[in-house]
């Protein structure tokens, strides 16, 4: 069974960074597209940044100049460095990968559970 585990979350004042990780255990196919979500309760999950096997990235606008997503395809994680820090990036965060599923021979999402970030003095 895969399973992804969220490590890095916590609570960091404003202009602070923290960094982020997801590391796939089990028995995961090929891993395509990685990437990271955020939920405020209340709200609809939100994109915040993707890599793709080959290193392309893209960003949402919120975070863009702020965050870095990276990935190392030999361990099957991805890491999100989250710097400048605002109230506003106050979530839970989740990563997710976009994987070959052997059982149906297809391309399917796997989540993490999440880790809370909170911006607050």
């Known amino acids: 069974q895969v399973q992804l585990v969220e490590s890095g979350g916590g609570l960091v004042q404003p202009g602070g960074s923290l960094r982020l990780s997801c590391a796939a255990s089990?028995?995961?196919?090929?891993?395509?597209?990685m990437g990271w979500y955020r939920q405020v309760a209340g709200k609809e999950r939100e994109f915040v940044a993707r890599?793709?096997?080959?290193?392309?990235?893209n960003y949402s606008d919120s975070v863009k100049g702020r965050f870095t997503i990276s990935r190392d395809n030999a361990k099957n994680t991805v890491s999100l460095q989250m710097n400048s820090l605002k109230p506003e990036d106050t979530a839970v965060y989740y990563c997710?990968?976009?994987?070959?599923?052997?059982?149906?021979?297809?391309?399917?999402?796997?989540w993490g559970q999440g880790t809370q970030v909170t911006v607050s003095s």
């Open positions: 997710k990968m976009y994987a070959y599923y052997a059982p149906t021979s297809s391309l399917r999402d796997y």
């Open positions: 089990g028995s995961i196919g090929n891993i395509y597209d």
């Open positions: 890599i793709t096997r080959g290193g392309s990235t």
